[in-house]
């Protein structure tokens, strides 16, 4: 029977409602600037959430990886005191983050670690993970390192059955992971293609066509916009119109992707709330319920399922 797999525990797929695929909620990264290398603020996420669930959110996924300072004792205890279905991620970043185990590690040892976390339990924990990834290719290229990660991400899919979710600046790279995804013999249909957030139609098109998942996660985001060239709400809400006339609707999921406190309500940022207090009502003047409820619950519960 299919399930998706929380922090509390596996729970029925039809449980996990308006969902939030991209999220970063606790981590403590390593060779980081000290003003956002750290977040482990458990009341501070608390208030923030709250907004989210009084709008009727019930699952967020944390997306941060071992190599972000995966924070998995913080996560219980935010899934205990709020009632959210949180599901935890297994798996490395993308360099320069990759740590010095994982370089000399080879295909199946990093892919056996990810799978004991999966099937076995998160050290320190007794949870397991429900998600791979988020597993990143940098901007210019899928490095030798990069690709081991992706193929023992494949490899540890294939022996679970988790989804995996990959990063990408702006869809580039995304066809080259999952050409080495597909040469593993991973079912495209579990893996999301993450923060494809671009006004480029036609790429997005030829990533949708392969049958993954898109992540446009990073809504609300102006420094991405500026930074990576990445697309502001408005012309975000064109492209969605768009790839639903292409055909691509049910493969289409939204998030916010909130990496560093900056973007939090309590500091002036958008918080959680943007999404279903700013966005989606924007898109109601687009599109039907019926197509953005897929974005928001049945694309998310379908991409988690396993």
């Known amino acids: 029977m299919a399930k998706v797999r929380t922090v509390l525990g596996d729970v029925d797929p039809q449980e996990i409602g308006i969902t939030l695929i991209h999220e970063h909620l606790f981590y403590d990264r390593i060779g980081e ?3 956002n290398r750290k977040f482990v603020d458990l009341e501070v996420q608390r208030k923030e959430l709250s907004g989210f669930q009084e709008q009727g959110g019930k699952c967020v996924v944390d997306q941060t990886t071992i190599d972000l300072g995966r924070q998995p004792k913080l996560l219980q205890r935010l899934a205990e005191e709020t009632g959210l279905h949180i599901i935890a991620s ?3 970043y993308h360099e320069p983050w990759l740590p010095e185990i994982v370089r000399n590690a080879d295909i199946n040892q990093i892919a056996h670690q990810m799978i004991n976390e999966i099937d076995e339990a998160i050290e320190g924990v007794d949870f397991r993970a429900g998600l791979i990834g988020e597993i990143g290719s940098t901007e210019i290229g899928t490095t030798a390192q990069e690709e081991k990660v992706l193929r023992a991400a494949a490899r540890a899919h294939q022996a679970t059955g988790a989804p995996i979710s990959t990063h990408t600046i702006a869809g580039a790279e995304a066809l080259h992971q ?5 040469e593993e013999g991973v079912e495209l249909q579990k893996v999301i293609i993450s923060h494809v957030d671009l006004d480029h139609v036609e790429h997005l098109c030829l990533i949708a066509e392969q049958g993954v998942f898109l992540g446009f996660d ?3 985001k102006p420094r991405f916009r500026d930074e990576y060239r ?4 408005e012309i975000r809400l064109e492209v969605l119109c768009a790839m639903v006339k292409a055909g691509f609707e049910d493969q289409i999921l939204l998030s916010h992707d909130i990496s560093n406190p900056d973007y939090l309500s309590t500091n002036g940022g958008h918080g959680y709330i943007h999404l279903l207090g700013e966005f989606v009502p924007r898109l109601h003047d687009r599109l039907s319920e019926t197509t953005i409820e897929k974005f928001i619950i049945h694309n998310p519960r379908r991409a988690l399922e396993f």
């Open 178 to 182: 999952i050409a080495i995804l597909k």
């Open 33 to 35: 600037e000290e003003q």
């Open 218 to 220: 990073t809504i609300g």
């Open 230 to 233: 990445m697309t502001g709400d």
């Open 90 to 92: 297994t798996g490395f």
